[in-house]
Nanobody
Framework: QVQLVESGGGLVQPGGSLTLSCAASGFIFSSCSMGWVRQAPGKGLEWVSDVDGGGGATYYADSVKGRFTISRDNAKNTVYLQMNSLKPEDTAVYYC?????????????WGQGTQVTVSS
């Protein structure tokens, strides 16, 4: 069965950096686009970023463009989200997902999430 397990969340000061990881299993990872969404306290899900199966095409929400970088290692079945210049408004639970339509916030599986808190 499909499993997505996120890790790497935590508490970081504004302006700091954090890298999230998502280990995938149960499907042919290199054939599938992957992505990240987030949910801030009291708010709905917000699409963050997608990457295609080969890692060559990436998409970002305007709110994170230039600060976040999505990447993947198909040999390790892992997708990453490098987050730089973090802001308090980036505080959210971040979910990794298996994308069905690239760049359209459409996905069929997601993980349990990892908490990111940006605060001084």
């Amino acid at each position: 069965q499909v499993q997505l397990v996120e890790s790497g969340g935590g508490l970081v000061q504004p302006g700091g950096s954090l890298t999230l990881s998502c280990a995938a299993s149960g499907f042919i990872f290199s054939s599938c686009s992957m992505g990240w969404v987030r949910q801030a306290p009291g708010k709905g899900l917000e699409w963050v970023s997608d990457v295609d199966g080969g890692g060559g095409a990436t998409y970002y929400a305007d709110s994170v463009k230039g600060r976040f970088t999505i990447s993947r290692d198909n040999a390790k079945n892992t997708v990453y989200l490098q987050m730089n210049s973090l802001k308090p408004e980036d505080t959210a639970v971040y979910y990794c997902n298996k994308v069905t339509t690239l760049g359209k916030n459409e996905y069929d599986y997601w993980g349990q999430g990892t908490q990111v808190t940006v605060s001084s």
